[in-house]
């Protein structure tokens, strides 16, 4: 047994090196969790000492000029220059700045979310959260409409949009932009030297077609500032994913935070199947060597957190 120690107050979470012990007592979603507002606070405060998300969830136009050269976070030798589009497409002020929610809700991207009917609730939510452009239209009764921000790792253009190459998955991705309808777009564009060309060819789109976004860029030290939050809390992630970086930055925020579709195992809570992702294909790849995530880790001290009511995961149907 390890601790998840948050400012000297202890989150027991279950640590052991099967992924089959933390899943079983998720309890369903309409038993008694109550918000812990002293907890979120508390943790509000730790991050806060690690990381600012009003500020580090974007780079701002003042702060960098076209030509620029930025070193990649997990290719320190490679460079990119900071292109002419991308700067256009830095925000003057944060899109954070000042803004306080009640209740927000972060979408992961588990299969666990189909058949769930959680759209309806999802939606309620002040402020929702989306991960890597994961679709919503055609599964908006488990997984809702409402997106006030969503993610992109640059990957995506490459899996689910063919890297672009020919004009129905530029115009599929096209209409995926128009859809977000003024919401924030988050492009994680300096972590590593692959996603070079794939943020390039999506600035220019948001650009020669007007798309109503508003483009956010997380700032060269967030991902740094997030993993030693939690290694601080001992747990001993390797690199976070997008899911416990949207957590991380929402602490900041939200008053009260919902997880739903997280859900980082192949079993659900009766021994059905799940798929890792409710819209694709894609296989569990995470318990590779070669993956950079430790999402089991993430969820048991996601779990821990939902215990203690500074959270609530969502893992079976809503109500
Ligand atoms: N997630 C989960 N269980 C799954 C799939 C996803 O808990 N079976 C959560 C993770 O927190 C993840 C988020 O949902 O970060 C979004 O999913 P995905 O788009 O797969 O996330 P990434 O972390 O960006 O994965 P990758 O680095 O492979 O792109």
Known sequence: RA????NGSSLPTVVDKSNESIKHSIQPASSKWRHNQTLS???????LKFLDAEKDISVLKGTLKPGDIIHYIFDRDSTMNVSQNLYELLPRTSPLKNKHFQTCAIVGNSGVLLNSGCGQE???????IRCNLAPVQEYARDVGLKTDLVTMNPSVIQRAFEDLVN????????????????????????MARGGKERVEWVNALILKHHVN???????????????GYWLTNKVHIKRPTTGLLMYTLAT??????????????PLDQNQNPVKYHYY?????????????????????????LHEQGAL????????
């Open 122 to 128: 999802i939606d309620t939510h002040s402020f929702v």
């Open 41 to 47: 606070l508390r943790i509000r405060k730790q991050i």
């Open 312 to 319: 609530k995961l969502t893992v079976g149907q809503c109500d």
């Open 167 to 190: 004009a129905t998955w530029r115009e599929k991705l096209l209409q995926r932009l128009h859809g977000l309808n003024g919401s924030i777009l988050w492009i994680p564009a300096f």
């Open 280 to 304: 694709d294909s894609l296989k569990y790849g995470y318990t590779s060597q070669a993956s950079p995530h430790t999402m089991p880790l993430e969820f048991k001290a996601l779990k821990g």
């Open 3 to 6: 601790e998840v120690v948050i």
């Open 252 to 265: 900041r925020f939200c008053n009260q935070i919902y997880l739903y579709g997280f859900w980082p195992f």
């Open 213 to 227: 976004v508003r483009t956010a860029y997380p700032s060269l030290r967030l991902l740094h500032a997030v993993r």
